[in-house]
């Protein structure tokens, strides 16, 4: 009995001690350490990269991003007020523009090109058009399908007998720079008279319209007949759900050559050796038989010092993945816009050594 009764005391002084060295091991326990919130990096800008963004947005894991489609202008505007950390541009900033905001950089991460889509109803010829007949057209020299101009560059196809409807964007906008900026090359009236720009004085046309963005362009297409416009080439799946036509255009070797990777990849080699240390470049009107004219670099606008150095970091790292070809610049992101990433050189040359110079 007395051994029972031992062996009961002795479970529960074992009992005793271990709860107490459990509690011990809690009451002095070091506190866990929260899990750091991820770093918002806010995007605004193109509309032309707006899909790539939403994109990525989807897939990176490292940082939370925000995107708004607000045009190229807006998005640069919008990173020197500081009320955003991204501005997405389809052009890099006016030199006087830099020139006032020197803690500003211009980093390129891929290239683009633009459509000129045209809505002639009832029509299934590819137009054959150059930038003669596009600035005529937006200058409203030339304001009628049937023009003997347009006529010449596209023999035997019957241009119908109606007033040309141009549109242009509403909003600063870098498809604007890129669309100006091929005029400007190809046609001189254009350029003395206009010239480039993310904004321009658009020349008074009878019947011209305007839209806010791509999607805006795209919408007052569809519904004005006749209607011609600039669209990225992001929205290629959409300018083929209204049925807009495509035109060819004439390149700085009197080629007409059609919209295309392949080409605008041509087009870029000729320009891409000439890039300075500084990524800004523009890229229309290249020469080679093969070259489509209206390609162009793409950048985000970032401020060099950030407010903190959380937020650098989770910058420099996206803007890495961005260009890498291995991320953001892989083809499960890119070819599905029409987008054609930086050659490899570029990436290490210029674009890497842009993105360490951000600190916080």
């Known amino acids: 009995m007395e051994k029972k009764t031992l062996a009961v005391i002795a479970l529960v002084v074992v ?4 709860v107490g060295a459990v509690a011990a091991v809690e009451l002095f326990k070091p506190p866990s350490t929260p899990k750091a919130a991820k770093v918002t ?17 989807g897939n990176y894991s490292n940082a939370t991003i925000t ?18 950390i991204i501005g997405a541009s389809d052009a890099f900033m ?3 523009l830099a020139s006032a905001n020197p803690g500003v950089m211009n980093i390129p991460i891929m290239i683009s090109y633009q459509y000129i889509a045209y809505n002639i109803p009832n029509f299934h010829f590819k137009l054959n058009l150059s930038g003669n ?4 057209i937006y200058m409203g020299t030339i304001n009628n399908w049937n023009n003997s101009l347009i006529q010449q560059l596209n023999p035997g196809v019957p241009l119908p007998n109606h007033s040309i409807i141009p549109i242009h964007r509403s909003d600063g906008s870098g498809d604007t720079f890129m669309f100006t900026s091929f005029l400007s ?28 963005g791509n999607s805006g362009i795209i919408t007052q297409m569809t519904s004005t007949p006749y209607s011609i416009g600039y669209i990225a080439a992001t929205y290629e799946a959409q300018v083929n759900s209204a049925g807009f036509g495509i035109a060819n255009l004439e390149n700085r070797d009197g080629q007409f050559v059609g919209a295309s990777v392949q080409n605008v990849s041509i087009a ?13 470049i523009a890229l229309q009107y290249a020469p080679g038989k093969d070259s489509y004219p209206i390609a162009d670099m793409e950048y985000v606008i970032v401020r060099q010092n950030q407010s903190s150095p959380a937020i650098a970091n989770a ?9 890498s070809p291995d991320g953001g610049s892989s083809s499960k992101y890119l070819a599905e816009f029409n987008l054609v990433p930086l050659p490899s050189s570029v990436v290490s040359e210029v674009v890497i050594p842009l993105i360490n110079k951000i600190t916080g």
């Open 15 to 18: 009992v005793v001690v271990v």
């Open 41 to 57: 990096l806010s995007e605004s800008g193109s509309t032309l990269l707006y899909p790539v963004f939403n994109a990525w947005k």
């Open 67 to 84: 995107t708004l489609a607000t045009g190229s202008g807006a998005g640069i505007s919008s990173v020197i007020a500081g009320t955003v």
């Open 94 to 96: 006016s030199p006087s």
């Open 133 to 136: 007949v596009i600035a005529g």
């Open 185 to 212: 090359k190809s046609n001189g009236t254009w350029a003395q008279k206009v010239g480039e720009g993310t904004n321009v004085n658009w020349p008074s046309v009878a019947g011209s319209l305007t839209g806010n």
């Open 268 to 280: 870029a080699q000729q320009y891409l050796p000439l890039i300075p240390k500084n990524g800004t």
């Open 315 to 323: 910058l420099k790292e996206f803007l890495e993945w961005a260009v």
